[in-house]
């Protein structure tokens, strides 16, 4: 599997766009990620519900995305799912450069049907996760569950930011699931997103991030 191969007619544009890939024997992972884009996305990991969750965040986060991943699907989604998330973390980060201007904190509630999930982050630079979602099965869009709560995991060390998500109340499974990918990607466009009052400036007192 190549580079992510870049299409200019789809909007993807060169602005605050960060690219990442992984090679090692049990994946191929290729990311490319565009904070100021439109939502357009092509994601291709081979697990359909994921390729879902994924879309979810690039559509509400308004970012362009590219995820092309191989896996040995054969013993089972845990390795392609971790490598995604940790390549997309790092593809986020690199988007990011040295998070001048940022916003940095963002935080969204979604709700679907009966389900109300919350999201929020601060791009922070020191990574920690927490997730609490009262699963009710072993699994989602047949996805073990314990996975979900691993992309979090997974993202916010690699992307270096403090994540945490929750689902207030929730029954379906895939409602839960489908409402933090929602909230994860609006909480991400909300700190991501450039504050013209810094004036390039980090938002840090150490000057860092």
């Known amino acids: 599997m190549g580079e992510?191969?870049?299409?200019?007619?789809q909007g993807i544009s060169e602005t605050r766009v960060g690219r990442a890939d992984r090679r090692t024997a049990e994946t191929e992972v290729s990311v490319e990620v565009t904070l100021d884009g439109s939502g357009y996305h092509r994601i291709e990991t081979g697990i359909g519900f994921f390729d879902h969750m994924l879309a979810h965040v690039a559509l509400h986060g308004l970012f362009d995305l590219v995820v092309e991943a191989e896996g040995d699907l054969h013993v089972d989604p845990h390795h392609t799912v971790?490598?995604?998330?940790?390549?997309?973390?790092?593809?986020?980060?690199?988007?990011?450069?040295?998070?001048?201007?940022?916003?940095?904190?963002?935080?969204?509630?979604?709700p679907m049907d009966e389900t109300l999930a919350f999201v929020a982050l601060d791009l922070s630079g020191r990574p920690y996760a927490v997730t609490q979602v009262g699963w009710t099965g072993d699994r989602a869009g047949g996805l073990p569950v314990t996975l979900i709560d691993h992309v979090f995991r997974s993202f916010?060390?690699?992307?270096?930011?403090?994540?945490?998500?929750?689902?207030?109340?929730?029954?379906?499974?895939?409602?839960?699931?489908?409402?933090?990918?929602?909230?994860?990607?609006?909480?991400?466009?909300?700190?991501?997103?450039?504050?013209?009052?810094?004036?390039?400036?980090?938002?840090?007192?150490?000057?860092?991030?």
Do not use: C, M
């Open 82 to 110: 971790e490598d995604v998330a940790l390549v997309l973390g790092q593809a986020f980060d690199r988007a990011l450069g040295d998070r001048r201007g940022i916003v940095r904190i963002g935080s969204a509630y979604v």
């Open 4 to 9: 992510v191969e870049r299409d200019a007619e």
């Open 156 to 209: 916010a060390t690699a992307v270096r930011a403090n994540v945490h998500a929750r689902v207030l109340y929730g029954d379906d499974d895939h409602h839960q699931a489908e409402a933090l990918f929602k909230a994860l990607g609006r909480a991400l466009a909300a700190a991501t997103r450039l504050d013209a009052r810094r004036g390039g400036s980090i938002p840090s007192t150490k000057g860092t991030l």
